[in-house]
Nanobody, 119 residues
Framework: QVQLVESGGGSVQPGGSLRLSCKAL????????MEWYRQAPGKMREVVAT???????NYADSVKGRFTISRDNSKSTVYLQMNSLKPDDTAVYYC?????????????WGQGTQVTVSS
């Protein structure tokens, strides 16, 4: 089963930028759909961005034009570049992955990384 290791969270002022990274410990990274979710205190976990094996992407409306998801198959890593950050972006961010080859979808989760946007 794939393992996901996240890095790159932290604290930033409104308008600032952060880049999250998620390394997948698997030799089959190219077959995985990679996703970033976030969960703010008192709120449900929500999907932020998705990149499929062909590098097609989807974004939540709240982050379109500000966040960019990308993947580097040679490094088995997915990134989330976050620009123009707002206080509402404050949350724990989770990397998630599922194997497109599997008959049933099963999401694997990273440990989460805190992003705090505050002045």
């Amino acid at each position: 089963q794939v393992q996901l290791v996240e890095s790159g969270g932290g604290s930033v002022q409104p308008g600032g930028s952060l880049r999250l990274s998620c390394k997948a410990l698997t030799s089959s990274f190219a077959f995985y759909v990679m996703e970033w979710y976030r969960q703010a205190p008192g709120k449900m976990r929500e999907v932020v961005a998705t990149v499929n094996p062909g590098s097609g992407t989807n974004y939540a409306d709240s982050v379109k034009g500000r966040f960019t998801i990308s993947r580097d198959n040679s490094k088995s890593t997915v990134y989330l570049q976050m620009n123009s950050l707002k206080p509402d972006d404050t949350a724990v961010y989770y990397c998630s992955a599922y194997d497109l080859r599997a008959r049933d979808r099963y999401n694997v989760w990273g440990q989460g990384t805190q992003v705090t946007v505050s002045s």
